[in-house]
């Protein structure tokens, strides 16, 4: 974990948050991530032109991903659909760093020394203390008495979108390093995955789909863009350090989505979300003193 590694991962955190904000800010989340899935395979196409192809056994891990990319993809619409994004984004992103660890450790026999584990413990600790927060059936992220009961399906549906990014984090980890190109994974991850849910929308939709994207169509694409980058940042970082505390450090988008959703939805920030601030910042110096 070296700090360019470090700082690639932060900013491909923020970025990933930044694109998350923007498809929850569309209403229709079908047409949301019709636009990001599109806008993200044509930068992969662009990309592929100009990158050499993955090697042929990094292929099972390309396709195996893109089908958990697009599972997470569906759920994650669902979470948003039904949930507040500073709810739903935490939940999701913070059950993934610690099955991420255990993962890692069964399937790729990567065990992290014991300052990059407690790194990921304590930073974990935040994340899932955040996720744990939004399930309290009373009070408010200012401990007030009033809010409404647990969404019960959108809270499983965000648990279950941080397992599939558990899942498809190893597996991109493995297929990534035997691909002998990162640029070139990732152009054919992002052509593979992002043509499933744009197909759905044409079926479903048909001819209303052109109207429907029109104005939020450079919003959306936006969104696609920042998601390969993001990714793909993600994607060099696991073949230069293990994999759990690379997920742990991308984890730290939930604190930038938690501010983001204080800022741009008016969702409430509360102290919950600023002790586990300060717990990631714990576990990136943990982790970094491992290195």
């Known amino acids: 974990m070296t700090p360019i590694v ?26 949301a991530f019709t636009l990001v899935g599109g806008g993200g ?12 192809l993955p090697a042929a056994g990094a292929w099972p891990a390309l396709i195996v991903s893109a089908v958990l990319h697009v599972v997470y993809q ?33 399937f790729v026999h990567e065990m992290p020394d014991p300052w990059q584990l407690a790194g990921v413990l304590l930073a974990s600790a935040g994340l899932v203390g955040v996720a744990l927060w939004g399930l309290r059936g009373k009070g408010r992220d200012d401990g ?12 499983t549906a ?6 599939a990014i558990a899942a498809y984090t190893v597996v991109d980890g493995v297929g990534v390093r035997a691909s002998g190109t990162s640029l070139g994974y990732i152009a054919w ?3 593979l995955e992002g043509l499933a849910i744009p197909a759905w929308a044409i079926a479903t939709r048909r001819r209303e ?14 969104g696609g863009a920042l998601s390969v980058v993001a990714y793909g940042l993600v994607l060099w970082a696991q073949t230069r350090a293990p994999l759990a505390p690379v997920a742990a450090l991308r984890e730290s988008s939930i604190i930038a989505g938690a501010a983001i959703g204080a800022v741009f939805f008016k969702e409430r920030f509360g102290w919950p979300r600023t002790a586990a601030s300060v717990l990631m910042v714990g576990g990136i110096a943990l982790m970094l003193h491992g290195s």
């Open 6 to 31: 470090v700082a690639a991962v932060l900013a491909a955190a923020l970025i990933h948050a930044t694109w998350n904000a923007l498809a929850h800010g569309i209403r229709d989340q079908l047409l």
């Open 41 to 52: 395979s044509v930068c992969g196409a662009v990309l592929a032109c100009f990158t050499p």
């Open 74 to 106: 569906a759920l994650l619409m669902r979470s948003f659909r039904m949930g507040e994004f500073g709810q739903m984004y935490p939940i999701a992103r913070g059950t993934a760093p610690l099955v991420v660890t255990v993962l890692a450790a069964v």
């Open 144 to 155: 007030e008495p009033g809010a409404a009961a647990p969404q019960w399906p959108a809270l």
């Open 158 to 163: 965000a648990v279950c979108t941080g397992l």
């Open 189 to 191: 991850l992002m052509i």
């Open 209 to 222: 789909l052109l109207v429907q994207l029109r104005p939020i169509a450079l919003r959306g694409l936006l």
